[in-house]
């Protein structure tokens, strides 16, 4: 069940996508872009108002300023033909404050959903995507977990 807070957040989120593709900013360079923090990405065969409130989780994928661009692409086409259900990237306006390192986070609906976790992990390593990397439960985002062991729900 879908509550009310988590249904008016799903869909601002679809509302800004929506504005996003229809802005073509999701072609964009996420090194370039200074006018926003994030640009979405999601499959057109995910229906994210279903979500539930603190049940998504994401894996984190790292890069510096000089290859965002590339990884960015690689995961956005692979969202876009539905392999990944919705990710984001950090956009040159919030890279300076992280020494010009930027992250993607791959979503996945449920943090309780070991074969979707496994599946979406093993996508990422098709794609070469092969160093470990960090799932992270939406609900420590939102506690402000960040910086310690606490922080990851699990590494793969």
């Not at 998504?56 to 965002?68: N, P």
């Not at 996945?108 to 092969?130: N, P, Y």
């Amino acid at each position: 069940m879908v509550k009310k807070g988590m249904a008016a957040k799903k869909g601002l989120v679809n509302q800004q996508l929506t504005s996003l593709v229809s802005a073509k900013i999701v072609a964009l360079r996420p090194s370039t872009i200074t006018n926003g923090a994030w640009i979405y990405a999601a499959s057109p065969v995910q229906r994210l108002a279903e979500w539930e409130e603190n049940s998504a989780g994401k894996r984190c994928v790292f890069r510096h300023k000089d290859a965002i661009d590339e990884a960015w692409l690689t995961i956005r086409r692979a969202v876009e033909a539905g392999r990944l259900p919705l990710a984001k990237v950090s956009t040159r306006l919030t890279a300076p404050r992280h020494a010009d390192t930027h992250v993607i986070c791959v979503y996945s609906r449920d943090w309780r959903d070991d074969a979707a976790i496994t599946a979406a992990r093993e996508v990422l390593r098709g794609l070469r995507f092969t160093k470990e990397l960090g799932y992270k439960r939406d609900i420590e985002t939102a506690r402000g977990v960040y910086g310690t062991a606490a922080e990851w729900y699990r590494r793969a």
